[in-house]
């Protein structure tokens, strides 16, 4: 995890140190620095995987499975560099009204840091993995600028722009993460894998662990429930 999280220098936290008051997001750093580092992996499997380009603004027309993807279901930059966007602006099944609700990983995070690894799609319909770390801090001022906190961790572009792993790269990172396999059976399939490191849990593992079962229980109900007026 370490390995993957070169963060040391980045600026926008309140905390850091442990012992730092406040409730202000703590310094990945120092998150990084304790014995164990506990993390949270949420996965889903056999779904489109966050296809699409890798940075907003970008048109692209892809195909899967020799059929075109409706609007471009730009879901990468969707879920990593947009907010505020509404639904009827990107496509079928990219989920929420306006991407706000996704800011609920990184405030989960004490460190406000989630990595994301990814198995797609390219827009030629051709297998990609992959894999970019997102860092949210506070905002700052740095040589007279204002800067927003946000952080990304990948491989840095010919113009400057952190751009994701991807290749033998991102698979390295999946094994080091030791992700769930993108695989049903016999057969490979994408989707995506969500870290959130040091995750505000604060009581022992096993208890949390039932708590996040049941809290997921509660709110999908209505969704695997029948719908007879459907």
């Known amino acids: 995890l370490r390995s993957l999280l070169p963060v040391e220098g980045l600026q926008g936290f ?29 996965s889903d499997r056999n779904t489109v995987g966050l296809c699409g380009p890798t940075r907003s603004g970008t048109q692209w027309s892809p195909v899967r499975h020799g059929e075109p993807l409706a609007r471009g ?5 969707n879920f990593l560099r947009n907010v505020g966007r509404a639904t009827a602006d990107i496509g079928e099944g990219d989920g929420g009204a306006y991407g706000l609700g996704k800011s609920a ?7 406000g840091t989630v990595l994301v690894h990814t198995r797609t799609t390219d827009q030629h319909g051709r297998p990609v993995e992959r894999f970019i770390a997102a860092v949210h801090g506070e905002h700052f001022y740095a040589a007279g600028e204002e800067y927003t906190g946000r952080h990304f961790v990948g491989g840095e572009s010919a113009d400057g722009v952190i ?8 698979a390295q990172a999946a094994r080091l993460l030791r ?22 849990l604060w009581l022992d593992w096993p208890t949390e662990m039932n708590r996040l079962r049941d809290a997921i229980r509660w709110h999908s109900w209505p969704k695997n429930a029948l719908r007879p007026w459907s």
């Open 14 to 42: 309140a905390r850091t140190s442990e012992l730092a008051a406040g409730r202000g997001i703590l310094h990945p750093a120092t998150a990084l620095s304790r014995p164990t580092v506990r993390v949270l992996i949420i």
């Open 73 to 77: 279901q730009q879901r990468f930059a």
């Open 105 to 111: 990983l990184w405030m989960a995070s004490e460190c």
């Open 163 to 170: 751009e994701p792993l991807t290749g033998a790269e991102a």
């Open 179 to 200: 992700l769930p396999a993108y695989s049903v059976g016999d057969r490979p399939v994408d989707g995506t894998s969500i870290v959130i490191v040091a995750p505000r």
